[in-house]
């Protein structure tokens, strides 16, 4: 083996361990050694991207593609890159590019329906997304959750049903577990449970509002396991402390039967703080059930709930869609889709059959 490669082969093994500073001193190594090394310039390419350089990334991959220009993985990273930096139009150019060096290049087709999904034209992104969703591997899973996102986005919770029903799990009918539900019975639900074939457990830490079981959703103990086709949760884990957001998402994700669902709505934080930021803390954000919500509401609570000193309407933690979204796939659920809606986030999040 050449001593470049030696270098490469050591800079590889760092880069997929994550240690990129040791990754980055091979890769500069094979540089020395062959200064029209089109792979090395890739990979260090590549490195830039990993750690967020993307200026240095793309100089890094174009001098790659100077030297190999036949090469469709270098033109599928200066597609990532591009796409990185907002540039979609550019980004689907170079995504092309790849898939005409290399028509079976699959992730260039993602690729391009992340750019649809970026610019919020679904139907196109979910149409290539769907094509690629019985790939085996990461590949067909990011492509699932892609095509999932984008019918959640272009319809409603039903839509997400029917569309996961086409994958093989049937949502039509079951138990959904109504946890942190108030005052609020299985009519105040989302029409996809008003069918007649859902029943209703309801679960709430307070025992004023009468619910089935009495329990904090962080420790649900005296829930069987698998024995919910649907768990809903409307302005509820922001209940929480922050710590406690984990347990309750896996306490959740137990209850859970293969293939079912979680949804959950609550308040957005980053279009309160959006308001903060232009100083409208106690400006109307929207108009609710309960009367007009402002940013302050949003953050530490309605404040008329809190008027006779109900500490379980207290907020303790919050949610973008990013941080939740995050949360949900760390508690082990398959896919997780999010969209902001108004001040709202709304989440459903699908468990592995």
């Keep these: 083996m050449s001593e470049q490669n030696v270098m490469l082969e050591a800079g590889i093994a760092f880069h997929r361990r994550g240690v990129f500073d040791e990754a980055n001193f091979y890769y ?13 310039w890739h990979l260090s390419g590549r490195l830039a991207l990993d750690v967020g350089l993307l200026g240095e990334a793309k100089a890094l991959v174009a001098r790659a593609l100077e030297l190999a220009p036949q090469k469709a993985e270098y033109a599928l990273t200066m597609g990532t890159i591009l796409a990185s930096q907002g540039e979609m139009e550019a980004a689907r150019e170079w995504y092309q590019n790849a898939l005409e060096r290399d028509a079976a290049m699959n992730e260039a087709y993602l690729g391009i329906a992340n750019t649809f999904m970026v610019e919020r034209r679904f139907e196109e992104a979910k149409a290539i997304a769907e094509s690629l969703s019985s790939l085996a591997g990461a590949l067909g899973a990011k492509a699932q959750s892609v095509a999932g996102e984008c019918a959640f986005e272009l319809g409603d919770l039903a839509a997400v049903f029917q569309w996961w029903k086409r994958r093989g799990t049937d949502l039509s009918a079951g138990m959904v ?11 105040g639900l989302p029409a996809v449970f008003q069918n007649g074939n859902w029943g209703e457990i309801r679960l709430d830490i307070d025992p004023a509002v009468n619910p089935d079981v009495i329990a904090s959703v962080s420790e649900m103990s005296s829930v069987q396991g698998e024995s919910a086709q ?15 957001v984990p347990v309750a998402l896996k306490e959740f994700h137990r209850v859970l039967t293969p293939g079912g669902a979680l949804v959950i709505r609550t308040p957005d934080l980053q279009s309160a703080c959006e308001m903060v930021a232009q100083d409208r803390l106690y400006d109307m954000a929207y108009m609710s059930s309960a009367g007009p919500i402002a940013p302050i509401d949003m953050i530490y609570s309605y404040r008329n709930f809190l008027l006779d000193n109900n500490v379980f309407m207290l907020h303790k933690t919050g949610f973008t869609a990013t941080t939740l979204r995050a949360k949900l796939l760390e508690a082990g659920f398959l896919l997780a889709f999010v969209k902001r809606t108004g001040f709202e986030l709304y989440a459903v999040a699908l468990k592995a059959v």
Excluded at 29 to 39: F, G, I, R, T, Y
Excluded at 177 to 187: D, I, K
């Design 177 to 187: 577990l109504h946890v942190g539900c108030g005052r609020v019975t299985l009519s």
């Design 28 to 40: 500069q190594c094979a540089l020395k050694v062959a200064p029209d090394s089109d792979e090395a």
């Design 230 to 244: 649907a768990v809903y949760s409307s302005h509820n884990i922001e209940h929480l402390f922050h710590h406690e």
